[in-house]
């Protein structure tokens, strides 16, 4: 998520470190950050959040309180420290939770708003985090998603219905085939698995997704009712799926959020819309039906360094806990943990230690090697048996392929492939090594073989089973292919590693290749001849080799093979013959004799 | 001249290392059921941790995937040795292809090779993982190594952490001696992992760690596009 520098300023009292030094301590102890780009004279870091902390780091408070505790700052604005007191209590409108996947619903109604546009520093933070400034309601309503994590929405109270004198809103499935017209203005055809926000019964938002048209904020709005939910993470993000509409809100839903988060929420956004936008508060209804309790994790100083293979002490522990500012009672070496209520993910005693470790640094985790080990390792007899083969064929002048387990026919099929070519799962290795084949034979000569020879041990589903098989194929022979059969060993033999050290580049363009002999006289070395016929053709010589030599009436013949390519473009026949001409005049020159 | 795949000989040489450690090189399948690729391994049903991997899903046979990971060996291997009645501790490495469901370019592939190494015991630590990487990396690229982890998140570790790897020494290529490099991920193996398999997560405790072998031969012999894995072209291949 991005995350500007200055609105995270705005949490500490102390001036903050530049963001070059602020990505390196995230990365160091919590998350990694993908880029720094300037706004403006703001720098905003893209922090990626993992899947673990979606609870409580998609927002700038949650990004400052991993900073205060890394860098050792305290929150001088920290909005969870103060419990929110939703009060007054109105009976203006009445809420219904129909369905268990909202944990609680908070509506908040307020009166006489004049909408218009933000002031600039509430555009500033936006725009910041590339968002489009809409108006000052609506921004306040982002602004504190984005400051503090919860999604929030505000519906023109002109817009929802009233019985009773009061606007009933509900939470409850939608019915099969119903509609909305959503904020983006397109149509969403909704199903019963689907959880909606109704004012007397019609659809106003899809929950935790989008809000409606119907009762959108507009320049006439004077009436709002904020609403500040917890919907449950599976059920937003199977509807944002169904739906394509995945939202800043969705996707922080998705996560799971703490319910309590909630109330700070309102309390906070009641509070920046009567600054922004005027009108005066009716008050709050509160429905929360199962208060969330208050979470609490163990963890021993053994235990920590037992996992960490640390020698941390129960002051170090201690530390690290009250620079995340989790509660704790220290007893006998037994750290009762009281994680904050947007911590979500502390449960386990290995939770805490993972916490420990990122904040004393994984830097601070010894080296240390595996203690000693008494079981005899077992023999892999399917490995035994494909590195058998693999000796055996490599003996034979047969290389190594590996060609893709994707097919154009197979018994089984993958569904949706990117590339959507070859969804199948081959049922044999056969037609990859026959296309093998084909492509390599053109290079032969270059790779200096006289047959090509290909094998593959690879698996292939065939007949319900998954199997792995041995496909071997060459120039001169029929392909074949069979199982690969377990081979009884009791070790491995110590077979040869690839003695390569580096990998050089080959050309992609074709090559041309050139026969040369000559005559010399006996006792030529040669090599040197070798280096003239180098000398001459330069660099587009890719490779000369003698292949054939011979005595006879006190003469020598050699014969060399000069393959001609170029790393940057096809030759041609024209440009080689040349080449060729001119060795064949240095070669005469020398005195020897074409053949 | 003839010879085995550049990635058969890392694996050869991993095994070889790893065996005199005394892990068991142990397998499992590359069609997958979902229990393995992702429950038991503690990455929960329509949760985002799911997106973390683009799946590729098999027509017709819900709950089956082409493995994102060899992690699944660590679930079947454990199994496995309950099963048999054998507690820990437990040594094992796996090395085979592994699939993602993204487009090809010159640095990923639908399909490529991962190692994965379990330790279980009573006394497994992120210290001995450590001192497992370093060991292996030295091994394998001849120079002095040092490891460094970021924090990150696997749904089935507990610490998890990002490796880097970083070499020096005569023999490392210069292209990569005194870097960081991203090797993989690794951690302490979750409990609920360990529970999943029928371990109990009291007495035992352990480390597991997997990266992309592509990658590691990439690194080793300056290959610049992991396409040439799969390539099945001689001139590649007979370099090695």
Partial sequence: MKISRDWLQTFFDTPLPPAQKLKEQLESHVFEVESIEKVGGDEVLDVKVTPNRGHDALSHRGIAKELSAILELPLSNDPFVVRPLLAPVTTEVSIKLDSNLCKRYIAGYIKGVTVGPSPAWLKTRLEAVGQRSINNVVDATNFVMFNMGQPLHAFDAGKLEIQDSRFKIQVRNAREGETMVALDKKEYKLTSSMLIIT????????????????????????????????????????????????????????????????????????????????????GFVDVYPEPQKPMFANVTVEKVNAVLGTALTGADIADAFTRLGFAYKEEASVFEVQAPFERLDIALPEDLAEEVARVVGYDKIPSTPLPKFDKQPEINKNFAAAEKAREELVAKGYSEVYTSVFADKGERMVLNKVDSVRPYLRESLLPGLQEALKKNIPNKDLLGLKEVKLFEVGTVWKGGKELVTLGMIGEKEKASEKILEPMDADAYEILPLSTATRFEQFSKYPYIVRDIAIWV??????????????????????????????????????????????????????????????????????GFVIR | MASIHPISSLIREANQIFLQMGFTFAEGPLLEDEWHNFD???????????????????????????????????????????????????????????????????????????????????DITLANLKGTLGLLFEKIFQGSVEIRFRPSFFAFTEPSVEMDMRLSGDHVPEKLRDKWMEMGGAGMVHPNVLKNSGVDPKKYQGFAFGFGLDRLAMLKWSIDDIRLMHSADLRFTNQF
């Fill in chain 1, 199 to 282: 004012a007397g019964d019609a659809p106003v938002g899809i929950a935790g997704v989008k809000g409606g048209m119907p009762a959108a904020i507009d320049e006439t709005t004077k009436g709002i009712v904020i609403e500040s939910a917890n919907f449950d993470g599976v059920s937003v993000r199977k509807t944002a799926q169904a739906l394509k509409l995945r939202t800043d809100a969705s996707a922080r839903f998705e996560q799971v959020l703490s319910p309590e988060l909630a109330a700070h929420g309102m309390q906070a956004v009641a509070a920046l819309i009567i600054e922004l936008a005027g009108g005066e508060l009716a």
């Fill in chain 2, 40 to 122: 038991a391994l503690n990455v929960p049903k329509d949760h985002p941790v799911r997106d973390m991997q683009d799946t590729f899903y098999i027509k017709d046979e819900p709950g089956h995937v082409l493995r994102t990971h060899t992690s699944n060996v660590q679930i079947r291997y454990m199994e496995e040795q309950i099963k048999k009645g054998i507690q820990p501790p437990y040594r094992a490495v796996s090395m085979g292809k592994v699939f993602r469901n993204e487009s090809t370019d010159m640095g990923h592939e639908a399909e490529f090779s991962q190692i994965e190494a379990l330790v279980v015991g009573t």
């Fill in chain 1, 521 to 590: 006289p006996n006792g030529t070395e040669p090599v040197e001849v070798l280096k003239t016929i180098k000398q001459e053709a330069g660099e587009l010589a890719h490779k000369i080799t003698l292949f054939d030599r011979f005595e006879k009436e006190g003469k020598t013949s050699l014969a060399y093979r000069i393959i001609f390519q170029s790393f940057d473009r096809t030759l041609t026949e024209v440009e080689v013959n040349e080449s060729m001409a001119k060795i064949g005049r240095i070669l005469v020159d020398k």
